[in-house]
């Protein structure tokens, strides 16, 4: 599977000091959407090797829908880059906005914690494409920056 959408309503013990789900939280629903998006194309236990890139651009409130939606990008040797975006929204007017997205790299391990190999994804469509592009540009941006 290349892809999967999480859907869950905002919960009251998710509230920071501001009244908004904190930050933390949606990084948390982030790396398990992730995470499940990742084992489930490796068919084994993946970790979580970077986040970057994460952009919060609206805040959740409590009882919104959110949506977290993981979507394979690219793959490495042993990794999987996955392009994840969260959307929350009022159910009653059913208008979901664009809340955070980030990219995420997990790598498939063995048993031991010995990286394994990934399969190959290879994009079919134009947007597939596109992601697999800004995937591949801000894993370099990343090494570059890590490596002056």
């Given at each position: ?10 919960e ?5 000091f501001?009244?908004k ?12 959407a992730g ?6 194309w ?8 970077f986040i ?9 409130m ?9 979507r394979?990008?690219?793959?490495g ?9 969260v ?9 979901m ?15 031991h ?10 994009p ?5 494409m ?19």
């Amino acid at each position: 599977m290349s892809s999967i959408t999480l859907r869950f309503l905002a919960e009251p013990s998710t509230v920071n000091f501001g009244g908004k789900v904190h930050g933390g939280t949606v990084m948390k629903w982030i790396d398990e959407a992730g995470y499940a998006c990742a084992t489930s194309w490796a068919k084994r236990y993946c970790v979580t090797a970077f986040i970057g890139g994460i952009r919060f651009h609206h805040p959740i409130m409590i009882g919104d829908l959110v949506e977290v939606e993981a979507r394979l990008a690219y793959t490495g040797k042993t990794s999987m880059n996955i392009s994840v975006e969260v959307r929350s929204g009022d159910m009653k007017g059913g208008v979901m906005t664009k809340t955070t997205e980030c990219l995420i790299v997990f790598v498939s391990v063995d048993s031991h914690g010995r990286p394994m190999p990934a399969e190959a994804f290879t994009p079919s469509t134009p947007g597939e494409m596109a992601l697999a592009e800004r995937a591949k540009a801000n894993l370099d941006a990343a090494r570059a920056a890590s490596n002056p």
